[in-house]
């Protein structure tokens, strides 16, 4: 008796994968087999070595950086980020969310919410700085909410108005700034052709914002950091004009000492009206 013969052509198939615009893989144009039984066995070899190889390809691809994955700086107004590295240990990626600043740039709002920040040997879990006192990150209304930090400090800038409620207890404050008439109350109107920063529900190192060049302020509607917690390094900002400083529910302490100050507003920064309702506790945030 005759045996059965097969004979069938296979169509080439086109996948589409991330950073390749069109990947082809062509298939054998014929497969003529001699014997039923040996279909399935051939089959069973082309489809797993086609999956194999699309696999490969799949996994040499890179993930692009989009915000807000943490180990990153984030040019604004980009959302797509570039990788950082540990100096000290430049094959460990850094788990520091950051975004760069330049000049003249204007923001509808930073919204940062239930973030818990922290690193061995770190100095700030959150940095806000401009870059002089002619180039600073000018701010409608900064809101610091449920929020945790070991020390707070602000230095060189400009503050219209504080408000620091009841809610909030530090391990020893100091309100030193300088009261002055002039201060502006910063105002910034429609959001409207600019971007933000949303992020929330994350575990990072620090969170860094700053400005990168000179030529001219940032621009910030509104800065809410809510349900912000760090157990080691401090929050420091510097060189910025803030029309509202809001602080509520916010606990700070490194020592569980009042007699030294944890929250501290320089002589360095001018107001013109402050609202000191701060709690002195022995608050030690570890």
């Given at each position: 008796m005759a045996k059965n013969k097969w004979a069938?052509?296979?169509?080439?198939l086109g996948v589409r994968l991330p950073?390749?615009?069109?990947?082809?893989?062509?298939?054998p144009g014929g497969i003529y087999l001699g014997g039923g039984p040996l279909i399935a066995i051939s089959m069973s070899a082309v489809i797993l070595g086609f999956l194999a190889?699309?696999?490969?390809?799949?996994?040499?691809?890179?993930?692009?950086?989009t915000w807000p994955m943490?180990?990153?700086?984030?040019?604004?107004?980009?959302?797509i980020g570039q990788i950082m590295r540990d100096a000290e240990e430049p094959a460990v990626q850094s788990q520091t969310l950051q975004i760069n600043l330049p000049s003249g740039l204007r923001l509808d709002e930073i919204t940062l919410t239930n973030i818990s920040l922290g690193?061995?040997?770190i100095t700030d879990a959150f940095r806000l700085a401009?870059?002089?006192?002619?180039?600073?990150?000018?701010?409608?209304?900064?809101?610091?909410?449920?929020?945790?930090?070991?020390?707070m400090d602000f230095a060189n800038g400009d503050i219209y108005s504080i408000v620091a409620t009841s809610s909030v207890a530090a391990a020893g404050h100091t309100f030193s700034p300088t009261m002055s008439?002039?201060?502006?109350?910063?105002?910034?109107?429609?959001?409207?052709?600019?971007?933000?920063?949303?992020?929330?529900?994350?575990?990072?190192?620090?969170?860094i914002v700053h400005q990168t060049t000179t030529g001219g302020d940032v621009l910030i509607g509104t800065l809410t950091l809510d349900g912000v917690k760090a157990w080691t390094g401090a929050f420091n900002a510097d060189y910025f004009e803030i029309g509202r400083l809001i602080l509520e529910n916010v606990r700070i302490g490194d020592d569980g000492d009042?007699?030294?100050?944890d929250l501290v507003i320089n002589a360095s920064v001018s107001v013109n009206n402050v609202l000191d309702g701060v709690v002195e506790k022995p608050i030690f945030i570890r």
């Amino acid at each position: 008796m005759a045996k059965n013969k097969w004979a069938f052509s296979l169509p080439g198939l086109g996948v589409r994968l991330p950073g390749i615009s069109k990947l082809r893989l062509p298939l054998p144009g014929g497969i003529y087999l001699g014997g039923g039984p040996l279909i399935a066995i051939s089959m069973s070899a082309v489809i797993l070595g086609f999956l194999a190889s699309l696999f490969l390809l799949m996994s040499k691809g890179d993930q692009e950086i989009t915000w807000p994955m943490p180990g990153a700086s984030y040019e604004a107004p980009s959302h797509i980020g570039q990788i950082m590295r540990d100096a000290e240990e430049p094959a460990v990626q850094s788990q520091t969310l950051q975004i760069n600043l330049p000049s003249g740039l204007r923001l509808d709002e930073i919204t940062l919410t239930n973030i818990s920040l922290g690193a061995g040997g770190i100095t700030d879990a959150f940095r806000l700085a401009g870059t002089s006192t002619a180039d600073r990150l000018t701010i409608d209304t900064l809101i610091i909410r449920n929020s945790e930090f070991p020390t707070m400090d602000f230095a060189n800038g400009d503050i219209y108005s504080i408000v620091a409620t009841s809610s909030v207890a530090a391990a020893g404050h100091t309100f030193s700034p300088t009261m002055s008439s002039s201060t502006n109350d910063v105002a910034i109107g429609s959001g409207r052709g600019s971007t933000s920063y949303i992020a929330s529900d994350m575990v990072v190192d620090r969170i860094i914002v700053h400005q990168t060049t000179t030529g001219g302020d940032v621009l910030i509607g509104t800065l809410t950091l809510d349900g912000v917690k760090a157990w080691t390094g401090a929050f420091n900002a510097d060189y910025f004009e803030i029309g509202r400083l809001i602080l509520e529910n916010v606990r700070i302490g490194d020592d569980g000492d009042i007699n030294s100050a944890d929250l501290v507003i320089n002589a360095s920064v001018s107001v013109n009206n402050v609202l000191d309702g701060v709690v002195e506790k022995p608050i030690f945030i570890r």
